[in-house]
């Protein structure tokens, strides 16, 4: 049998059951301070029985009991808030259940928690929250139409241009992103819904004061998706807009502008291929455009990673020419505009500045070659073009890993086949170059230090043979050498490994092999440090590991140190012969 209950009797039934709670744990609060003024001298009544021959200690002082009443009523007290917030709860949950779903009680929430006295951080507010978690319980089962009555309110507090403001800074607060996630949604939907068009809600992001910095503002994003959901292309919008508030010029800094955002999730060449492609079809020239990205006003040394340049790029790409398909390609092209704006200065800090991505296709040593060819052509020295390009103030340790250097060779190699009488070739002209800049320790850090691509058909033995024969030709000991490589601050069981042991090696192996061998030098280093056990130890652990270079040096030193066995053998056989 169904049971009804008028709804006032229950909340009637409700007020009271919390009412009674908390009368109960007031009672307690007032029998107890009631029951230490009757007794105000001892923690029970007197007995009349007779006293227990054990002398009575009493436990509860006066100040004890003092005590015990304030904790008492302290925990009273908390205990009735406790109750008093838990029913209010309570019965502001069994009010919502029985109130009606729908955006006057919406509004009647929003009056009744003062929410509209909130002047800053409304949503990091008490009353907002109490106010959109009481409209949440409202429309328990539908968390979409909660959202839905939140901002139907606050649009009528709040334009909807100054909520969509509150709504994206509330979203870059860690407390509040969730809600305004949730409320920024459901704003967008109430858009559709009302059929905004892309121009108002434009206006509401603020995206008409945007300016240059349109690609680069993160609520571009959601415009987007706004006009996407009203069944509009997106693009087709964008460029409608763009093209009727913005210059040529104007659409230029908008490119320029989108590479300094703040990398929200946009298909930048997407958006700005719609540019591009709007000066093809107006019959922009290649000249143009490179004056309209302002890229003769980029700085030499920023040239090669100027995002202008990649638009400009992209513009020659959809000209008809194909430019990446012709020999020169753009670099022609590309060149020719470099050599009208800069001087050779101008020239070698385009070389040595860093590169942008321009796509698989850009072939930066096309350009490259283009400049060094000139330099050949006007008469341009090994020596100057050294200097250009900034290499004798590199310093000694990262010499070889240089870009610039491989320009330089590159540089002379061009030189060297247009010359009745070439130069020595690049590793003497380079060993020249070094010898002059750097003592004994700087060549050493040359040797040891990182080396770059210097190009297949660079062979950096070469390099190392000439620095090592000098010190060969300056009278350089095996120890001399051993500390230049700084071979001495290694732990002898690392020694395998080091690369500079190789150097080393080499070292040795140029000097007289009548009195020097490097496998023999090598012994005598770790015998002296490790002792013959540990030695031992050393290569069998070393030939059992990964390392393959170390692996080759342990073998052929373990097959060293049987030879010397042999040897010595052989010798004291003939030391005691009859």
């Known amino acids: 049998m169904t049971v009804h209950v008028n709804p006032t009797k229950l909340l ?17 609060s007032s029998t107890s301070n009631h029951a230490l003024r009757f007794y105000p001298n001892t923690s029970q009544p007197k007995s009349h029985l007779k006293a227990s021959p054990t002398p009575a200690r009493s436990d509860n002082t006066a100040e004890d009991r003092t005590f015990n009443g304030a904790k008492l009523k302290e925990v009273a007290k908390y205990g009735t808030q406790k109750i008093t917030t838990a029913a209010k709860s309570f019965i502001l949950t069994a009010e919502l259940k029985m109130m009606p779903k729908n955006q006057q009680t919406v509004n009647q929430l929003f009056s009744r928690f003062k929410v509209k006295d909130v002047k800053t951080n409304l949503f990091e507010s008490v009353q907002f929250r109490r106010w959109s978690a009481s409209v949440t319980k409202l429309f328990s089962k539908d968390p979409d139409a909660a959202n839905k009555a939140i901002v139907l309110k606050l649009t009528m507090e709040h334009t909807d241009k100054e909520l969509a403001t509150m709504l994206a800074a509330a979203k ?3 407390e509040t992103k969730n809600i305004a996630s949730n409320i920024l949604k459901a704003q967008m939907d109430h858009w559709v819904e009302q059929k905004k068009s892309a121009d108002e809600v434009f206006q509401f992001l603020k995206l008409d004061e945007a300016g240059d910095k349109l690609l680069a503002n993160p609520l571009l994003n959601r415009w987007m998706k706004f006009v996407f959901k009203r069944k509009q292309y997106p693009d087709e919008v964008l460029i409608s807009y763009l093209r009727n508030h913005y210059t040529d010029e104007g659409l230029a800094n908008v490119l320029l502008g989108a590479k300094r955002g703040s990398g929200i999730k946009l298909d930048f060449q997407r958006q700005e291929g719609l540019i591009v492609q709007e000066w093809v079809k107006a019959g922009k020239t290649v000249d143009e455009v490179y004056d309209l990205l302002k890229l003769r006003n980029v700085e030499s040394s920023d040239f090669l990673q100027s995002p202008a340049l990649a638009n400009w790029l992209a513009f020659m790409t959809r000209l008809g020419t194909p430019f990446y398909n012709a020999k020169t390609g753009p670099y022609e092209l590309l060149y020719r505009k470099l050599i009208s704006q800069y001087d050779d200065r101008g020239l070698a800090n385009v070389l040595l500045g860093p590169k942008g991505d321009f796509g698989k296709k850009f072939d930066y040593h096309k350009l490259d070659d283009l400049i060094l060819q000139k330099w050949v052509e006007s008469g341009k020295t090994v020596d100057e073009v050294y200097k250009l390009l900034k290499i004798p103030h ?5 010499f070889l890993q240089n870009p610039a250097l491989e320009n330089w060779l590159s ?8 010359l009745d009488n070439p130069n020595s070739g690049q590793y003497k002209l380079l060993y020249t170059k070094l010898t002059r800049r750097y003592d004994d320790n700087g060549l050493a850090s040359v040797l040891l230090g990182p080396k770059g691509d210097l190009g297949q058909k660079f062979d950096y033995q ?6 090592l024969q000098k010190w060969v030709k300056t009278g350089k000991s095996v120890d001399d050498v051993y500390d230049l ?4 601050n290694v732990q002898a069981n690392n020694l395998l490994q080091n690369p500079a042991l190789e150097t080393w090696m080499s070292f040795v192996g140029k000097l007289d092999p009548r009195f020097y061998n490097p496998y023999e030098e090598l012994y005598k280093k770790l015998y002296v440090n490790l002792g013959e056990n540990k030695l ?12 393959t270079r170390a692996k080759n040096i342990a073998e ?4 060293e140190i049987l030879r010397m066995q042999r040897e010595r053998a052989v010798n004291l056989a003939k030391l005691h012969a009859p």
């Open 12 to 28: 009637i039934i409700l007020l009271l059951v919390a009412i009674g709670l908390a009368c109960a744990v007031a009672d307690i």
């Open 172 to 174: 870059q607060v860690p």
């Open 394 to 398: 590199v310093e000694a340790s990262k």
């Open 411 to 418: 540089f002379v190699t061009k030189l060297d086949a247009q």
């Open 462 to 467: 070469k390099l190392d043979d000439l620095l």
């Open 485 to 488: 490589l700084k071979l001495r």
């Open 536 to 547: 031992d130890d050393l290569i069998r652990v070393t030939k059992n590991g990964d390392h």
């Open 556 to 559: 052929k030193l373990e097959e």
